[in-house]
């Protein structure tokens, strides 16, 4: 039987991670205060007012060391904790306080990167890296084949996915293109795997790269880890819960 197993948010993009233990999602929305910030370099080229490519971000896959980054959201006051291991813990308020995240985050990006100088929210849109509205489905089997691939055990945290299943084969996820999943009673629409990046070579507990998990999927002949699925039902969802497959 296919369950959830965990849910997570990342409340500013690339900022950090927080599980939760349900959530409640809408049709054609993105996961509830999932990527709600993002923040902007000096080579960016968006204004904030509409969602925009990850290239215009600071982001792990330029940035390793905020893969480190964990969050709380306090949701009533639009209020982040943020902790990482070489950084005192930071609690701001991201729509009125941006500079102190600014300050904080500041010596983890590297010298030779384009420097973090804004933060921006689309209200109703989370920053996804998808330019229509998407949620992340990973499955732990999959996850599973991966570590085994590299010998050792491997931090889901890395695929900073969304909803994680168990009871699944490994890689059964791709043969759910095209179709709806029921998770609780909401209704997630299966679109397009997602297509990795060099964010999960990155360690979140050190934000140090240590794995080639690219190279790791290409012997599968892909880069593939995950799924994104469009919201067709509005519903709850909560860990535990039996997920079919439609």
């Known amino acids: 039987m296919i369950t959830v197993a965990h849910l997570w948010r990342h409340p500013i993009k690339s900022h950090g991670r927080e599980e939760v233990q349900s959530v409640e999602l809408t049709e054609g929305a993105t996961f509830p205060w999932d990527r709600t910030w993002a923040v902007t370099h000096a080579g960016s080229r968006t204004d904030g007012r509409a969602w925009a490519p990850c290239a215009n971000f600071s982001r792990v896959s330029k ?67 998808s330019d229509y509205p998407t949620i992340s489905i990973n499955t732990l089997a999959s996850h599973n084949a991966v570590s085994k691939k590299a010998g050792k055990t491997l931090e889901k945290e890395r695929w900073r996915g969304n909803i994680w299943l168990s009871g699944t084969e490994a890689w059964e996820e791709s043969n759910w293109i095209g179709k709806t999943l029921r998770l609780g009673n909401a209704e997630i629409e299966v679109r397009e795997p997602i297509e990795r990046c060099m964010a999960t070579t990155a360690n979140p507990q050190t934000g140090e790269r240590d794995i080639d998990t690219l190279a790791l999927l290409q012997s599968w002949g892909h880069q593939n880890f995950g799924v994104y699925g469009v919201v067709s039902k509005t519903g709850t969802i909560h860990a535990g819960d039996s997920v079919a497959v439609l």
Request: aromatic share 2%.
């Open 63 to 129: 940035a390793p060391e905020l893969m480190a980054i964990t969050a709380t959201l306090d949701t009533p006051t639009r209020t982040v904790t943020l902790r990482h291991p070489k950084r005192t813990d930071l609690t701001f308020r991201p729509d009125e306080e941006p500079d102190l995240l600014l300050d904080w985050v500041k010596d983890l990006m590297p010298e030779n990167r384009a420097q973090s100088c804004g933060l921006v929210s689309v209200p109703g849109r989370g920053m996804t890296d």
